[in-house]
């Protein structure tokens, strides 16, 4: 017997195709400098909790912006060694989220010799402002509050939306507006006399400078009243991971080290800022190359096998494979189905009839009970080579007998 061989059309390969399309590589290429550029030139934006720079609802932003339209100027620090302050006496320290700083970070905060406000209540900032008696509730369920106070601040703004609250102890030297409960959203703590007079305000309901909040009630006109007393406003927003100090302390305060305290350049995920640029870069490349460089498959061909397979080699490969996997099930079943075609060929009993048709017409051409031929035909399926052995034999003797004459 000859064999027949089918060749297949030959493909052209994935340069080949390239080299015909030089615009359309180099279109692919710019495009990829493109992304790469403005992967590493764009800066993310900021979604820090009280942050001048965030747009977002939990931001800051809008404060700023209006103090700016307003003529005062607005920095932002990342780092409490950070702070840039040329002077103190014109410069309002602004504190966003002093919770997050430690003990002895709110010491030094309060040695600022200017005006300092506290955007949160804080036990700690309380605690040395206020003496041992000063409590701070860090949440109120949200409710407008009138000033019922003397601060002028406070009663131009009217009434605030009150959601968290400090208490001092009753002194001429402290103003306590917009109270619920006990706790005050805003609390104006004077301190010293004559040229070193300062004053420490804290807003313990920080939502109410948000953007989401800053136009409810008279959270603005509390907000930018107290934000713009002076012409220079130094924000910074406390982060766990900032664990330097003031540049006012003076270093450490233990060996008269007159140099600032360093910053600490440490961040949330110990990362540089251009590490997922050039990640996005080089996964985008690999992704580039392997398709042009991938193998490319035709279509598929069918191809008749160049020898004759004995269909008894046939059947044998097929065995061993159903012993090796150990498909007792699937062997039992697929001989069973045979069977059932043989005996209801002899009995002319279509493949489409049901199985009651089958057993009862070989129960009758072979004088057998209906339970055992129903149980060879549609019972159990053999799990081991001895139900196999034993399935096979009895299906052999019941063809027999239906094709005895």
Same mark, same amino acid.
């Given at each position: 017997?000859?064999?027949?061989?089918?060749?297949?059309?030959?493909?052209?390969? @994935?340069?080949? #195709?390239?080299?015909?399309?030089? &615009?359309?590589?180099?279109?692919?290429?710019?495009?990829?400098?493109?992304?790469?550029?403005?992967?590493?030139?764009?800066?993310?934006?900021?979604?820090?909790?009280?942050?001048?720079?965030?747009?977002?609802?939990? =931001?800051?932003?809008? +404060?700023?912006?209006?103090?700016?339209?307003?003529?005062?100027?607005?920095?932002?620090?990342?780092?409490?060694?950070?702070?840039?302050?040329?002077?103190? +006496?014109? $410069?309002?320290?602004?504190?966003?989220?002093?919770?997050?700083?430690?003990?002895?970070?709110?010491?030094?905060?309060? %040695?600022?010799?200017?005006?300092?406000?506290? &955007?949160?209540?804080?036990?700690?900032?309380?605690?040395?402002? =206020?003496?041992?008696?000063?409590?701070?509730?860090?949440?109120?369920?949200?409710?407008?509050? @009138?000033? #019922?106070?003397?601060?002028?601040?406070?009663?131009? %703004?009217?009434?605030?939306?009150?959601?968290?609250?400090?208490?001092?102890?009753?002194?001429?030297?402290?103003?306590?507006?917009?109270?619920?409960?006990? /706790?005050?959203?805003?609390?104006?703590?004077?301190?010293? /006399?004559?040229?070193?007079?300062? $004053?420490? !305000?804290?807003?313990?309901?920080?939502?109410?400078?948000?953007?989401?909040?800053? *136009?409810?009630?008279?959270?603005? +006109?509390?907000?930018?009243?107290?934000?713009?007393?002076?012409?220079?406003?130094?924000?910074?927003?406390?982060?766990?991971?900032?664990?330097?100090?003031?540049?006012?302390?003076?270093?450490?305060?233990?060996?008269?080290?007159?140099?600032?305290?360093?910053?600490?350049?440490?961040? /949330?995920?110990?990362?540089?800022?251009?590490?997922?640029?050039?990640?996005?870069?080089?996964?985008?490349?690999?992704?580039?190359? %392997?398709?042009?460089?991938?193998?490319?498959?035709?279509?598929?061909?069918?191809?008749?096998?160049?020898?004759?397979?004995?269909?008894?080699?046939?059947?044998?490969? !097929?065995?061993?494979?159903? !012993?090796?996997?150990?498909?007792? +099930?699937?062997?039992? *079943?697929?001989?069973? *189905?045979? %069977?059932?075609?043989?005996?209801? !060929?002899?009995?002319?009993?279509?493949?489409?009839?049901?199985?009651?048709? &089958?057993?009862?017409?070989?129960?009758?051409?072979?004088?057998?009970?209906?339970?055992?031929?129903?149980?060879?035909?549609?019972?159990?399926?053999?799990?081991?080579?001895?139900?196999?052995?034993?399935?096979?034999?009895?299906?052999?003797?019941?063809?027999?007998?239906?094709?005895?004459?």
């Amino acid at each position: 017997m000859t064999a027949t061989y089918v060749q297949a059309s030959p493909t052209q390969g @994935a340069g080949a #195709t390239l080299r015909q399309h030089p &615009l359309v590589v180099a279109a692919v290429v710019v495009l990829m400098l493109i992304i790469g550029v403005l992967a590493i030139t764009s800066q993310p934006e900021d979604g820090t909790p009280l942050s001048p720079a965030n747009p977002g609802p939990d =931001g800051a932003r809008a +404060a700023a912006q209006i103090l700016g339209d307003q003529g005062v100027t607005v920095t932002h620090a990342d780092t409490l060694s950070g702070l840039e302050i040329d002077d103190a +006496a014109h $410069t309002t320290l602004v504190i966003a989220s002093p919770e997050n700083l430690s003990y002895d970070q709110i010491e030094a905060v309060l %040695a600022y010799p200017g005006d300092i406000i506290f &955007l949160g209540a804080d036990y700690g900032v309380v605690d040395l402002l =206020g003496g041992p008696d000063a409590t701070a509730s860090s949440y109120i369920p949200s409710q407008p509050a @009138a000033a #019922t106070c003397d601060d002028p601040d406070a009663l131009a %703004a009217g009434t605030v939306t009150v959601t968290a609250g400090v208490q001092f102890p009753e002194s001429p030297q402290t103003e306590q507006c917009f109270t619920v409960d006990g /706790s005050s959203a805003y609390v104006a703590h004077e301190r010293g /006399s004559g040229a070193e007079a300062s $004053t420490v !305000r804290i807003i313990a309901s920080a939502a109410l400078v948000t953007n989401a909040d800053l *136009a409810t009630e008279g959270n603005a +006109a509390l907000a930018l009243r107290a934000l713009g007393h002076h012409p220079h406003v130094a924000w910074y927003v406390g982060s766990f991971y900032d664990l330097s100090m003031p540049p006012w302390t003076g270093g450490d305060g233990d060996d008269g080290d007159e140099t600032a305290a360093p910053a600490v350049p440490t961040t /949330s995920d110990l990362l540089p800022p251009w590490f997922m640029p050039v990640l996005f870069i080089l996964g985008l490349t690999v992704l580039v190359a %392997a398709w042009w460089r991938g193998r490319r498959f035709g279509r598929l061909v069918p191809e008749p096998l160049p020898v004759v397979v004995p269909g008894a080699e046939a059947v044998k490969g !097929r065995a061993r494979l159903y !012993r090796r996997a150990n498909a007792h +099930a699937h062997a039992g *079943a697929s001989l069973r *189905a045979q %069977a059932a075609v043989r005996i209801g !060929r002899r009995l002319g009993v279509p493949r489409t009839a049901p199985a009651d048709a &089958l057993i009862d017409a070989t129960q009758r051409a072979t004088g057998r009970p209906r339970e055992h031929v129903a149980a060879l035909l549609t019972g159990p399926l053999p799990h081991s080579n001895a139900d196999m052995m034993t399935l096979i034999k009895e299906l052999d003797s019941l063809e027999s007998e239906v094709h005895r004459p």
